[in-house]
Each structure stands twice: as structure tokens, then as C-alpha cells.
């Protein structure tokens, strides 16, 4: 009964949509409650987590070229890294641990 629920997982370009959804929160600000911005820097961190799945694997899956390939694409379709790379002052250092993974995206 448990399988019945699970979430599919996201495409690359999803992910990359997501991201940048949520980059925003990732920045201190007084029109957002609290509650709200640590719960979109949670989804954040899984984002990230996500992506790094895509591009390494797991115990159970090894990376699939085209995956990698397609979320490098997105990645570096619109202004995406600019936006990663200016929220890192921001991002608590587990965030900043994963997001060195994003940056194996740019070799």
C-alpha cells in the first residue's frame, strides 16, 4: 500500500523550475514570515539533494547521461547559476555543502 502514494520524481527541467522558485527565500526578508522561509530553505535543500541524485546517482541507481545532460541544459538556460550564486551568502552551510554539487555543473 505504501507504493501507491510516492511521488514520481521530478524531470530536470522541473527541478530547475523549482530551484528557481525557490531561490528567492533563500534571502532574509520582513514581507515573508519566518515559518514560510525556513520551510521553502527545507524544499531547497531537498531540491538540491534531488539534482545531486540526477547527477551522481544512488546506492540504488547510477546517473543517466541524458538526466545530466538535460538539467545542465536547464540549468544554464535562463540566469539560474547567477541567482544560486548570489543567494549563497544567505544559505546555511548544509545548503552551501550541496550546492559545490551544482557547480560540477558548470565543467
Excluded: W
Aim: glycine letters at 4%.
Amino acid at each position: 500500500m505504501k507504493g501507491l502514494f510516492k511521488s514520481k520524481p521530478r524531470t530536470p527541467a522541473d527541478l530547475v523550475r523549482h530551484l528557481r522558485h525557490l531561490l528567492p527565500y533563500a534571502a532574509p526578508n520582513s514581507a515573508i514570515r519566518t515559518t514560510k522561509r525556513l520551510e521553502k530553505v527545507c524544499e531547497l535543500r531537498k531540491v538540491i539533494l534531488e539534482m545531486r541524485t540526477v547527477l551522481y546517482g544512488d546506492e540504488r541507481l547510477e546517473p543517466a547521461e541524458e538526466a545530466c545532460v538535460k538539467l545542465t541544459q536547464e540549468f544554464f538556460k535562463e540566469d539560474t547559476c547567477y541567482m544560486l550564486i548570489a543567494s549563497l551568502p544567505h544559505l546555511d552551510p548544509g545548503v552551501l555543502g550541496r550546492c559545490r554539487v551544482i557547480s560540477c555543473l558548470a565543467f
